[in-house]
């Protein structure tokens, strides 16, 4: 099924607080007495009421976010973010992709209770963060650094600072411990923790520099040699 291009309906919180609310009235629709009901649909509740309590658990932690992981960051980089829903996207967990595409397969579309371009593309969020990793690494490597170094800015144009420093900064910025996802995500050690550490302090940067420009990334490199 493919869905057209465009930005979702509303706010990631509006649309999980919609999602909530719709999946209660479907439960509370499709709801009879254990004697009454088929073991299928008892199948069927037990499913939609686990939708429930997921989606309860992603607005707590977006709710954590937006109350101590945004200011953290737009008080270090003194960069204030347009769209803070674009943190959002990177920090989604890919364990978020089971319960969205789980919905989106569970509900006719017209009973879905949000556009199911909506849960299509949340279901996708998880892989933003690669992405705007790679941005924010090219543009350091490429475009900031160089320019530091004509500068004779030696303490920050080390090439190295584009990675050296970003699991330091991850760490200050608590970005691991504010993933977005479902109790039974996974949680990395190890290499697989380092290179997650880089990637999700690297999207910020990369987010940094696509809402604000390379200005905005420049005033954020030296959290990246304090880090070092």
């Known amino acids: 099924m493919a869905y057209e291009y465009g930005p979702p309906s509303r706010s990631i919180k509006e649309i999980l607080m919609a999602i909530r609310e719709g999946l209660m009235c479907e439960y509370r629709a499709e709801y009879l007495p254990a004697h009454r009901r088929s073991s299928r649909r008892t199948r069927r509740l037990r499913r939609i009421r686990g939708w429930s309590r997921e ?5 707590a932690q977006i709710n ?12 270090d980089t ?4 347009c769209d803070p829903d674009g ?14 595409f789980g919905i989106l397969a569970g509900f006719p579309e017209d009973a879905l209770p949000v556009p199911a371009k909506d ?7 998880p892989d933003d963060a690669r992405a705007l990793a790679l941005i924010g690494d090219v543009t350091l490597r490429l475009k900031v650094l ?8 030696s303490s920050l144009a080390d090439p190295s600072a584009g990675a050296a420093g970003l699991a330091a900064l991850c760490d ?9 996802g479902l109790a039974c995500r996974r949680h990395p050690t190890g290499e697989t923790l380092a ?25 954020a490199v030296p959290l990246l040699a304090c880090g070092r």
């Not at 849960?119 to 969020?125: I, N, Q, S, Y």
């Not at 290179?195 to 005033?219: P, S």
């Open 172 to 180: 200050r910025w608590e970005l691991c411990e504010s993933r977005i």
């Open 64 to 75: 954590r976010v937006m109350l101590e992981t945004l200011p953290r960051i737009e008080r």
């Open 78 to 81: 003194g960069y204030t973010f």
């Open 146 to 153: 160089p320019a530091l170094q004509v500068e004779n800015r």
């Open 119 to 125: 849960l299509d593309m949340l279901g996708k969020f």
């Open 87 to 100: 943190l959002l996207r990177i920090l989604m967990d890919n364990s978020t992709k089971r319960l969205f």
């Open 195 to 219: 290179r997650e550490k880089e990637t999700l302090a690297g999207a910020v940067l990369g987010f940094i520099y696509v809402e604000g420009g390379t200005d905005a990334l420049r005033a």
């Open 55 to 59: 989606t309860d658990r992603l607005v």
